[in-house]
């Protein structure tokens, strides 16, 4: 990917990079070891007499090895050891798998009300949809694992909050500057996991503002008057306001360590949380096997108990097979755009405007009276440099006696310097201004603080090279930022946001679902003097896209969903979700691309996420246990490891019973169908469960690409008082040529007011 990275792991990696989030996970020579056991031992969560013995033992040689243990929602430990006695370990009875403690990364007010006008239905009045009530939710607890919280923000206030829900059984934990008095009704749980690498004193409180920003997005109090220094104004809320909020805080300056994850998921689980909110990953290059990836484990274990989990796809988009936590128990979440631009235009000579992109506070004169330059003419006489280096302004590649005073055209081509870096070398320079060729940063606003820089198309970059090319005395200024709503089309899948197929498996749809990631203002530390402008006082908001920031959408949009139905398994709640999604813009017509394609559900899942659609979706594809323990066998597992993993076996199951085409057919919301050959036929099934009218009659129609037939038997389902459940069959035939690499699909079921949609892919690879 171009480089919009920044090396190190704070806001800075927010405020110009979305890329850098997904950077590869890495196995760093820590010496920790994870090792997993499985499900807890039956009687009230006790620790298992293997996982004890285990302890035991391993602790007589060595007294300071012991990391975690995990005994609540599921048993094994993290502890420090040497490869040979990792792998002597990984043969011990009881043990499902062994593997090095990975560090994942961080997948880095307007949103709500555009979700709200895109997709708003008419909801019975007794179904108490009033989304800026801030009961809604009350009785769910949000658990968001992350980089702490600042507690201080009035997202965070339980002003109105009633007692905290009688299911919570966890801690405010004491650290470095928090107290148990930094909880509330609204904030009830904090905990952190120290990393071993790092002797400081834990915390609960956000260093970095992420973990902040995410949980506000999913869960914030109403806080009217919110902005960044005026920009997004308007009263910042969550999407479930009246939830309460779980902290855990799994990440530091070092990354997110996947023994810290599989704590906070284990004490969640005894904790009592409705809800997991994960806005962290692995990178795409990674391609983490279930059995040693601690998100996929942590989260089987917590759906098991009933907890839904939500987790971002990851920014390595737009390139396919990039996206990552696609197990499928977790719901999966891609980012769009929303209906808001920020807009900073660039002025040439002759009054001619070039509109650009960024969040610059600039405070220099708005007509154009700047000597404006392009970066290859700046290149410094120096033989250590090339004509490629100055174009994109690398440190050192440009003459100081040639920027100073002027605006500088850079391109951003290479992969070597960040954004950061070009600014920090034309500011350095003396130059009085930046303007950045990119168009995927185009669509993208990054924050430059107070120096006038913004980003334009290619193309507008070559109409200001023309300018350039066309006079003596080329003349330019770079306008502060403002605001644009309504902004259309919107929402468009934005470019960094990950992309499927599944690495693991096609026959698994992932992304499941897209919600609004690209400038999005939520909760910022308020002490964070990093993005404060000179003169002002710290932000208390502040603006972030990535699908870090799409993540808790979804989650407070479930959370919402569980309140309303709390008797709804975590599978349902996908479904209601995933079926009342809209695949269309603020334009009425489909969804697209950054790029200006028409978006497939390799880049939005089902579609853009609705706000009121789920809370009554007519009818819900569950997902039961069965089909998530045939998912291992199809992935290797034995039934002595399952055994291990699952405390809810089916009498009479057996992996010997799983088919080959059996994750095509697991009862999912989506479809996916591979290795799909011409003159080919291939017959997957669905049941739904009705939890709209009793008497309801439900017809299907598909929509189906050339080349393929597609036929759902029965096409008609008639349910009733006593009929809830029913099942079907669809039937894709190739109808002539060698179907596509990839085509795509849909089909949906519409009963009276109802449209339950299940988008489908079939590939011939």
Known sequence: MKGLSISYFCFSVFLFSFRSETEAASTQSNGVYIVYMGAVAPENGASRDDQVQLLSYMLRSKRDALVHSYKHGFSGFAARLSEEEAQSIAKKPGVVSVFPDPVLQLHTTRSWDFLKLQTDLEIDSGSGSDSNSTSNGSDTIIGILDTGIWPESESFSDKGMGPIPSQW???????????????????????????????????????EGHGTHVASTAAGSPVPGASYYGLAAGTAKGGSPGSRIAVYRVCTLNGCRGSAILAAFDDAIRDGVDVLSLSLGASAGMEIEISSDPIAIGSFHAVEKGIMVVCSAGNDGPYPRSVVNVAPWILTVAATTIDRDFESDVVLGGNKVIKGEGINFADINKSSVYPLIYGKSAKTSSKHFVE????????????????KGKIVLCENTDDEFSVQEKLDEVQHLGGIGLVLSDDDARSVASTFGAFPMTVVT?????????????TSNPLATILPTIAVTNYKPAPTVAYFSARGPSYSTKDLLKPDIAAPGVAILA???????????????????????????ACPHVSGIAATVKSMNPSWSPSAIRSAIMTTATQTNNLKTPITTNSGSVATPYDFGAGGVSTTRPLQPGLVYETGIIDYLQFLCSNGYDMSQIKLISSTIPVGFSCSNTTTNFISNMNYPSIAISNFSRNGSKKVNRTVTNVGEDESLYTAAVD????????????????????????????FTSSGSAPKEHVFGSITWTGGKYKVRSPFVVTSV
């Open 169 to 207: 059984n966890g801690t405010c934990m004491v650290g470095k500057d928090f107290n148990s008095s930094n909880c509330n009704r609204k904030l009830i749980g904090a905990r952190y996991y120290d990393d071993p690498e790092d002797e400081t004193q834990g915390s609960p409180r956000d260093k």
């Open 704 to 731: 189906a690409p050339t080349g393929l037939d597609v036929k759902v038997i029965p096409n008609t389902l008639q349910f009733t008082k006593n009929i809830k459940k029913l099942s079907f069959e669809v039937i």
């Open 388 to 403: 490629d280096e100055a174009r994109n302004c690398n440190p050192g590649s440009l003459d100081k006696n040639k920027v």
């Open 523 to 549: 909760a910022w530390p308020g002490n964070d003097t990093s993005v404060t402008l000179s003169g002002k006082e710290s932000p208390l908001f502040n603006i972030l896209s990535g699908t870090s920031m």
């Open 458 to 470: 290619l193309n507008d970059a070559d109409e200001i090279l023309s300018y350039i090319n066309s």
